[in-house]
């Protein structure tokens, strides 16, 4: 699993992982909870809604965070060339690019989740201690 991910920077670097990551989960969110809210829709609307929610969930947490964020890049490229159901009150209607969501959710596939992840703690950077071998006397 570890080959899935580049490092896991902390610090600012960081931060600006877990803030992409909500940046794109909150779109996310935002689509998912139109679809789910909508009376009328069909149960392609709702598996659509159902997947994103979901999808941003693990993007918010972090977990396995390179195939949860092509996921969300995969949904969000079919709702920004209209392969895809969405609602008329999603914020994807009313003109939210969703191709950037799609750039964004690629990036982090290609970055990786960030020190701020369940990913990390998971398969981040373990200290090794190597006992010493006894003396010979």
Do not use: K, N
């Not at 693990?58 to 890049?73: D, E, I, M, R």
Request: hydrophobic residues 55%; contains cysteine.
């Amino acid at each position: 699993m570890q080959r899935l991910f580049t490092t896991f920077p902390s610090g600012a670097p960081g931060l600006g992982l877990l803030v992409l990551r909500l940046g794109v989960a909150l779109a996310l969110f935002d689509h998912g909870a139109a679809c789910l809210s909508d009376g009328v829709a069909g149960t392609g609307v709702w598996l659509v809604g159902t997947a994103v929610v979901v999808t941003g969930a693990l993007l918010v947490l972090g977990v396995v965070t390179p195939v949860s964020g092509a996921l969300a890049a995969a949904a969000a490229t079919g709702l920004a060339f209209s392969l895809l159901p969405y609602p008329a009150r999603s914020a994807f209607a009313a003109g939210t690019p969703a191709l950037g969501v799609a750039l964004e959710a690629a990036a982090l596939v290609l970055i990786g989740p960030g020190a701020f992840s369940v990913d990390a703690a998971l398969f981040g950077r373990r200290e090794i201690t190597i006992p010493r071998p006894p003396r010979r006397d």
